[in-house]
C-alpha cells in the first residue's frame, strides 16, 4: 500500500517577521539579494507601499 508524504511545515520566526514588518514600514528594510524570501517580502511590501500612496 502507497502511503503519501506530506513536506514538513517549515518553522516561522515570529520575532524576526514583526522586525522585518517593521523596518519596510520604517523604510529601513535591506533585503539580502541572495536570499528568495527577502526578495518576495521586498516586492511584495513594496507594491502594497506604492499602491496606499
Keep these: ?3 503519501s ?3 514538513a511545515q517549515p518553522e516561522f ?3 524576526k517577521i ?3 514588518q517593521r523596518a519596510i514600514q520604517q ?3 535591506k533585503p539580502d ?3 528568495i524570501a527577502d526578495r518576495l517580502l521586498a516586492n511584495g511590501n513594496w ?3 506604492q499602491q496606499s500612496h
Design 27 to 29: 523604510g529601513t528594510f
Design 13 to 15: 520566526d515570529g520575532a
Design 1 to 3: 500500500m502507497k502511503t
Design 47 to 49: 507594491r502594497r507601499l
Design 33 to 35: 539579494a541572495n536570499r
Design 5 to 7: 508524504r506530506t513536506p
Design 18 to 20: 514583526e522586525a522585518i
